[in-house]
């Protein structure tokens, strides 16, 4: 679905990327680890057109993106929804209307079938009755599944995940892990998330894939990647506890 060829960024003259060659397949769940600064959310933001590379290229189900702008780059966002670390939502709106907000700037659908399908969202992550709510109401958690919500409303063929479970408890991050992993199996949309959890991750991902030193270390099924013998993965897989999750059974096709 997603394919970066040799993609190249500095930020501030400093370089980020280096060269990140990255295949992620159709329909699965992708986990991105690495070390803090290593520039996981920049790989992000080039997936989805937020930035351009400095050299190397960016495809999407075929179409090279990285030099399309205006009409047509949106056409190619359309298909993407993104779940921030702190949810951004609009503080002034509701969550109901924080949830209706892509609809109706983008698909100017009748009002009934927005308020069905807002209500849908609401009702699959486990907010059914706060959506007279505002986000100053709202727990961390909460405001995760209301983020999760206006994500899921558009539909989207591809959700990227930046450290969505970024400053909750483990109760309740184990929780909103469990609810992506819900809508994924369910709506079957190709999923990336940049993690540092481990080793959670690898109880839900399909894939994972390091990024270090500026370029993709390694990239395998979660039990594979956790057998490496790279002695830098294995360092920070040790880091972040015992990898004693079982990983998540699906059949994955090897990008």
């Known amino acids: ?18 060269g990140v060659n990255l295949t992620i397949p159709v329909g699965k769940l992708t986990t991105i680890i690495g070390r803090s600064g290593e520039g996981k959310s920049v790989l992000l933001k080039h997936m989805i057109g937020l930035m351009q590379p400095d050299r190397g290229d ?48 983008k698909r100017h659908l009748p009002e009934p079938e927005v308020i069905r399908r807002v209500e849908e969202k609401l009702e699959q992550v486990g907010l059914a009755a706060m959506g ?14 209301a983020g999760l919500a206006r994500a899921l409303v558009m539909e989207p063929e ?15 991050a184990k929780t909103i892990r469990e609810l992506i992993v819900g809508m994924h199996r369910a709506l079957g949309f190709t999923a990336v998330m940049v993690s540092h959890e481990i ?17 993709i270390a390694a990239m395998a099924p979660p039990a594979e990647f956790q057998r490496t013998s790279d002695p830098g993965i294995r360092e920070f897989i040790a880091a972040g506890g015992p990898a004693t999750v079982q990983p998540r059974t699906c059949s994955v096709t090897r990008p």
């Open 1 to 18: 679905m997603i394919k970066l060829v040799g993609v190249e960024k500095a930020l501030g003259g400093e370089p980020v990327l280096r």
């Open 58 to 105: 960016v495809w999407v189900d075929g179409l090279e993106i990285s030099r399309l702008k205006g009409k047509r780059l949106n056409q190619v966002r359309e298909r993407f929804a993104m779940v921030f670390q702190g949810a951004a939502l609009f503080d002034s709106l509701t969550v109901f209307e924080n949830v209706a907000f892509p609809l109706r700037e």
């Open 132 to 145: 007279h709510k505002f986000p100053a109401e709202l727990s961390g958690g909460m405001k995760k599944r």
């Open 158 to 172: 591809i959700i990227l995940f930046d450290e969505p479970t970024t400053g909750l408890d483990p109760l309740m």
């Open 199 to 215: 080793p959670d991750i690898f109880a839900i991902s399909d894939w994972v894939a390091m990024l270090r030193g500026g370029a």
